[in-house]
């Protein structure tokens, strides 16, 4: 499925989002830093506190990319302000199966301020939480905050 920018959000937004898809499609994220402000958190469906930083988030979801087979974007929402959007997925970590939401919040420039995960079922997310864990764990740490 093609992805979807919904029109309300800002045109630099629109810019950014459109991006994001196209570093996703392509599965590699380099690109990254250059839509991520320097303050921007990561919260995790595993983690109670964020984890600050573009450093950490270029991190994170550099990643997920490489842990999540079959990654697909169905549906975007937009808020009201346009400066925030909702794209619901679908992926496979190993066996699992897994539905989620990335809620990302972006500033009046387009770059993304607060990225956060949720994901169901739980042994979708166990998964996804063992994997991750398996791969950055020594890392994250230093990013929690």
Not at 20 to 26: G, I, L, P, R
Not at 53 to 61: D, E, F, T
Request: proline share 5%; aromatic share 10%.
């Amino acid at each position: 499925m093609s992805a979807h920018i919904p029109s309300s959000l800002t045109p630099a937004v629109q810019a950014s989002l459109h991006q994001w898809h196209e570093m996703v499609a392509a599965r590699d994220l380099s690109a990254l830093p250059g839509i991520l402000h320097d303050e921007a958190c990561f919260r995790s469906p595993m983690a109670f506190k964020p984890y600050k930083s573009a450093a950490a988030v270029h991190l994170i979801l550099g990643t997920v990319l490489t842990v999540f087979q079959d990654f697909t974007y169905h549906r975007s929402f937009a808020s009201d302000d346009g400066l925030n959007v909702v794209l619901e997925f679908s992926a496979t970590v190993g066996d699992k199966s897994l539905k989620g939401i990335d809620m990302i919040a972006f500033d009046a420039q387009g770059r993304i301020v607060d990225f956060e995960v949720m994901v169901r079922p739980f042994n979708g997310l166990q998964a996804l939480g063992a994997e991750m864990g398996a791969r950055l764990a020594t890392f994250l740490p230093a990013y929690k905050g």
